[in-house]
């Protein structure tokens, strides 16, 4: 089980940090991701970490205002953002990969969180 949480309300300008507990499975061989979507549009990538941390990659959207983190220790990964635009409103995702490396495409991940919306006002 994946369980997201962080998500409200902020104003532009603004940070929040989403966290995603990871139960049931073997976290720290996975390489985790962050994905969001917003009404009426499709799923988007957003961030990706490898299993131990080493690696990461970004959205062209977010880079430079978003940071994706893990503590496998506690079975969690993290999404710090800042500098938050009304455009960064939708429902974050956070999901498992099946491989350790950073993995952009959505079938590379077979184990979703249920999402938590963040709303960005401008």
């Known amino acids: 089980q994946l369980q997201a949480s962080g998500g409200g309300l902020v104003q532009a300008g603004g940070s929040l940090r989403l966290s995603c507990v990871v139960s049931?499975?073997?976290?720290?061989?996975?390489?985790m991701g962050w994905f969001r979507q917003a009404p009426g549009k499709e799923r988007e990538f957003v961030a990706t970490?490898?299993?131990?941390?080493?690696?990461?990659h970004y959205a062209d959207s977010v880079k430079d205002r978003f940071t994706i983190s893990r503590d496998n220790a506690k079975n969690t990964v993290y999404l710090q953002m800042k500098s938050l635009k009304p455009e960064d409103t939708a429902v974050y995702f956070c999901?498992?990969?099946?491989?350790?490396?950073?993995?952009?495409?959505?079938?590379?991940?077979?184990?979703w969180g249920q999402g938590t919306l963040v709303t960005v006002s401008s």
């Open positions: 999901a498992a990969s099946t491989v350790r490396s950073v993995v952009v495409g959505t079938s590379y991940y077979n184990y």
């Open positions: 049931g499975r073997t976290f720290s061989s996975s390489a």
């Open positions: 970490i490898s299993w131990n941390g080493g690696g990461t």
